[in-house]
């Protein structure tokens, strides 16, 4: 048998598993939420490359993954097709995430597997071996009995228990606590900006609740656990399977959740179901391996090697032309709407690149902590954007110079006029990597910025910095650009309004994503304090005024006492809370700073 990297991409973890030949697992690894209907596909596909990189798998190796919302034919060619694009040259095998755990788990027909975690799934594997599926079409089609059905349906019943129409629960108070606001109303606002993952984490409240004895949670267990047991029995008349067939249960809601497990038990037993629900015994990642070792030939797994072909490089996505009318055919109006509209892109591609844009903020903190720097290389827009990102780091958390580095392709020449064809030279970018000083090393985290994913200044910045021990990342708008570090940051906006000119939509999700590496990286570095920046070098009345406010805020000081404690620790206000929290003089207060490398929520908390 062949070395394997088996994946299992779930709705909302990602876990891989290296395994030698006589299958035995020696490596792992894992990554954020793996569907592509939830998320993006391109985002699955760089964890997955990710993860195949963090094994260091040999080049044979399969890559077998078993994909969240890969429920047929085209959607499975979908996900083989992008992910051959980057691991040209492998086998790569694709199913879905449910069944393998039925395949590897039962083996011969005659089986049924019951999926609750965030979702839910019901398959079926009949007496010739064929899969049948049911339910599983995501929260609004389908998903019965699923954490998040259980949480919305928690939250409604709370809601009319709130408003008197409905008998008293405690979920009342449970979920605002659980959704970590302080009032039942704050949950309006919360609901906005949650996503699938954090409503269905409700569901844990919920079910400690009816354990508790709360008769209102216990219902709403009940009700979703019938509706799923129904799609159960449904399943099993579907594939022609008698009332003792093995029903195996598996996902989150199934494994941590014993009332659910013993509700849903009941619930199938009352639908003339004999034999008792088990755990699953093969699942994640070691059902996806065992695909590969016993069931390739199935119908429902797409198994090949990508050759050359399926690798090329397409045009890049910025650069094709995208629905809709063309600009210069609209008046005034309809240009601003379309461009509004466009711009919708750039808020699915944050939240698609979310969890590698966080992995970035990790390594610019940890490389902060250290005494390193964040080292943005870029040309063009890219390299505009990161200069601006750089220099407005300085004031803004008040670090020395050359904490946060840009280098442009063309040099200042670049930021006032169009220098374009620097961008093509490698030997540009890996001169300017030299020429700083200290030398980069082990210290920095450098980051590429290159909407097309190839520009040859930014590329050779990333690969020099890396061979010099530096950890890298490469920050791309275009989905199908090859890997160029073990961090690639995509950020896929899709084709401009103006194919081509990415100071558009990409420029904008680049400057978000700049924005959030810095302010988080320096958050975690301790330059923020309570949400405050209080590393504002006050070089101005306005800034001046601002820092005596955050004095205030903190300090619990009057404008006035502010200002004066402001002047006397320097203008600097980590010193002037120290100075007064522990009545200490401004030498002493900069000393214990000093001593902790200025965080201030060190010496606060001490």
Same mark, same amino acid.
């Given at each position: 048998?062949?070395?394997?990297?088996?994946?299992?991409?779930?709705? $909302?973890?990602?876990?891989?598993?290296?395994?030698?030949?006589?299958?035995?697992?020696?490596?792992?690894?894992?990554?954020?939420?793996?569907?592509?209907?939830?998320?993006?596909?391109?985002?699955?596909?760089?964890?997955?490359?990710?993860?195949?990189?963090?094994?260091?798998?040999?080049?044979?190796?399969?890559?077998?993954?078993?994909?969240?919302?890969?429920?047929?034919?085209?959607?499975?060619?979908?996900?083989?097709?992008?992910?051959?694009?980057?691991?040209?040259?492998?086998?790569?095998?694709?199913? #879905?995430?449910?069944?393998?755990?039925?395949?590897?788990?039962?083996?011969?027909?005659?089986?049924?597997?019951?999926?609750?975690?965030?979702?839910?799934?019901?398959?079926?594997?009949?007496?010739?071996?064929?899969?049948?599926?049911? +339910?599983?079409?995501?929260?609004?089609?389908?998903?019965?009995?699923?954490?998040?059905?259980?949480?919305?349906?928690?939250?409604?019943?709370?809601?009319?228990?709130?408003?008197?129409?409905?008998?008293?629960?405690?979920? $009342?108070?449970?979920?605002?606590?659980?959704?970590?606001?302080?009032?039942?109303?704050?949950?309006?606002?919360?609901?906005?900006?949650?996503?699938?993952?954090?409503?269905?984490?409700?569901?844990? $409240?919920?079910?400690?609740?009816?354990?508790?004895?709360?008769?209102?949670?216990?219902?709403?267990?009940?009700?979703?656990?019938?509706?799923?047991?129904?799609?159960?029995?449904?399943?099993?008349?579907?594939?022609?399977?008698?009332?003792?067939?093995?029903?195996?249960?598996?996902?989150?809601?199934?494994?941590?959740?014993?009332?659910?497990?013993?509700?849903?038990?009941?619930?199938?037993?009352?639908?003339?179901?004999?034999?008792?629900?088990?755990?699953?015994?093969?699942?994640?990642?070691?059902?996806?391996?065992?695909?590969?070792?016993?069931?390739?030939?199935?119908?429902?797994?797409?198994?090949?090697?990508?050759?050359?072909?399926?690798?090329?490089?397409?045009?890049?996505?910025?650069?094709?032309?995208?629905?809709?009318?063309?600009?210069?055919?609209?008046?005034?109006?309809?240009?601003?709407?379309?461009?509004?509209?466009?711009?919708?892109?750039?808020?699915?591609?944050?939240?698609?690149?979310?969890?590698?844009?966080?992995?970035?903020?990790?390594?610019?903190?940890?490389?902060?902590?250290?005494?390193?720097?964040?080292?943005?290389?870029?040309?063009?827009?890219?390299?505009?954007?990161?200069?601006?990102?750089?220099?407005?780091?300085?004031?803004?958390?008040?670090?020395?110079?050359?904490?946060?580095?840009?280098?442009?392709?063309?040099?200042?020449?670049?930021?006032?006029?169009?220098?374009?064809?620097?961008?093509?030279?490698?030997?540009?970018?890996?001169?300017?990597?030299?020429?700083?000083?200290?030398?980069?090393? +082990?210290?920095?985290?450098?980051?590429?910025?290159?909407?097309?994913?190839?520009?040859?200044?930014?590329?050779?910045?990333?690969?020099?910095?890396?061979?010099?021990?530096?950890?890298?990342?490469?920050?791309?708008?275009?989905?199908?650009?090859?890997?160029?570090?073990?961090?690639?940051?995509?950020?896929?906006?899709?084709?401009?309004?103006?194919?081509?000119?990415?100071?558009?939509?990409?420029?904008?999700?680049?400057?978000?994503?700049?924005?959030?590496?810095?302010? +988080?990286?320096?958050?975690?570095?301790?330059?923020?304090?309570?949400?405050?920046?209080?590393?504002?070098?006050?070089?101005?009345?306005?800034?001046?005024?601002?820092?005596?406010?955050?004095?205030?805020?903190?300090?619990?000081?009057?404008?006035?006492?502010?200002?004066?404690?402001?002047?006397?620790?320097?203008?600097?206000?980590?010193?002037?809370?120290?100075?007064?929290?522990?009545?200490?003089?401004?030498?002493?207060?900069?000393?214990?700073?000093?001593?902790?490398?200025? #965080?201030?929520?060190?010496?606060?908390?001490?």
């Amino acid at each position: 048998m062949s070395v394997v990297i088996a994946i299992d991409c779930g709705g $909302s973890h990602t876990r891989a598993g290296l395994y030698d030949a006589s299958r035995t697992l020696v490596g792992e690894a894992e990554g954020g939420p793996g569907n592509p209907v939830a998320g993006s596909l391109n985002g699955v596909v760089d964890q997955i490359v990710r993860l195949v990189t963090v094994l260091d798998a040999p080049e044979d190796a399969v890559v077998a993954v078993g994909v969240a919302g890969a429920r047929n034919a085209n959607a499975r060619e979908a996900i083989w097709s992008a992910i051959a694009n980057r691991l040209p040259g492998r086998r790569i095998v694709v199913t #879905d995430d449910q069944t393998p755990v039925l395949l590897a788990s039962h083996g011969i027909g005659g089986a049924i597997l019951v999926t609750a975690g965030t979702g839910s799934c019901v398959l079926a594997l009949d007496t010739i071996n064929s899969v049948i599926r049911s +339910g599983g079409r995501g929260p609004l089609l389908g998903d019965d009995g699923s954490a998040y059905a259980i949480a919305v349906d928690g939250l409604k019943r709370a809601a009319r228990a709130v408003d008197g129409a409905a008998p008293a629960t405690t979920l $009342s108070e449970r979920l605002p606590i659980a959704a970590n606001v302080t009032a039942f109303d704050d949950l309006i606002d919360w609901q906005r900006d949650a996503d699938k993952r954090q409503i269905a984490a409700l569901a844990e $409240s919920v079910c400690l609740a009816a354990v508790e004895g709360d008769a209102i949670a216990l219902q709403c267990l009940e009700d979703k656990a019938g509706l799923l047991a129904t799609t159960v029995d449904a399943a099993r008349l579907a594939a022609e399977l008698d009332s003792d067939t093995t029903v195996f249960l598996n996902g989150g809601l199934m494994e941590h959740s014993v009332v659910y497990v013993d509700v849903f038990c009941r619930a199938l037993s009352s639908r003339g179901f004999v034999s008792t629900p088990v755990l699953a015994p093969v699942r994640g990642h070691a059902a996806v391996r065992d695909v590969v070792a016993c069931h390739i030939g199935n119908s429902c797994i797409t198994d090949r090697v990508a050759d050359a072909l399926d690798s090329a490089i397409r045009l890049p996505t910025t650069e094709q032309k995208s629905d809709g009318p063309a600009l210069d055919s609209l008046d005034a109006v309809g240009i601003v709407q379309r461009m509004i509209r466009t711009n919708d892109d750039v808020d699915a591609a944050m939240v698609g690149a979310a969890n590698v844009i966080a992995e970035a903020v990790e390594h610019a903190a940890s490389a902060l902590g250290v005494g390193g720097r964040i080292i943005y290389a870029g040309a063009g827009t890219s390299g505009r954007l990161a200069v601006l990102d750089a220099a407005e780091c300085r004031p803004t958390f008040g670090v020395e110079e050359g904490k946060v580095v840009a280098l442009i392709a063309g040099g200042d020449r670049a930021l006032v006029e169009s220098v374009e064809e620097a961008e093509d030279s490698r030997d540009a970018g890996r001169g300017d990597l030299a020429a700083l000083t200290p030398s980069v090393g +082990g210290n920095d985290f450098v980051v590429g910025i290159t909407a097309s994913g190839t520009t040859p200044y930014a590329c050779a910045v990333v690969e020099q910095a890396a061979e010099q021990g530096a950890r890298t990342a490469l920050l791309t708008c275009n989905a199908e650009s090859p890997s160029v570090a073990p961090l690639m940051i995509r950020l896929v906006t899709g084709p401009e309004a103006l194919p081509g000119s990415t100071r558009l939509k990409a420029g904008t999700a680049t400057k978000l994503a700049l924005n959030i590496i810095s302010t +988080g990286a320096f958050a975690r570095a301790g330059h923020i304090y309570d949400g405050w920046m209080v590393g504002v070098r006050p070089i101005n009345s306005k800034l001046r005024a601002r820092a005596a406010r955050i004095i205030g805020a903190i300090a619990g000081l009057d404008e006035s006492s502010s200002r004066k404690l402001l002047e006397d620790a320097g203008n600097r206000i980590p010193v002037a809370v120290v100075m007064n929290r522990f009545q200490l003089s401004r030498d002493d207060a900069e000393a214990r700073l000093e001593a902790v490398g200025d #965080d201030l929520r060190a010496v606060l908390d001490a």
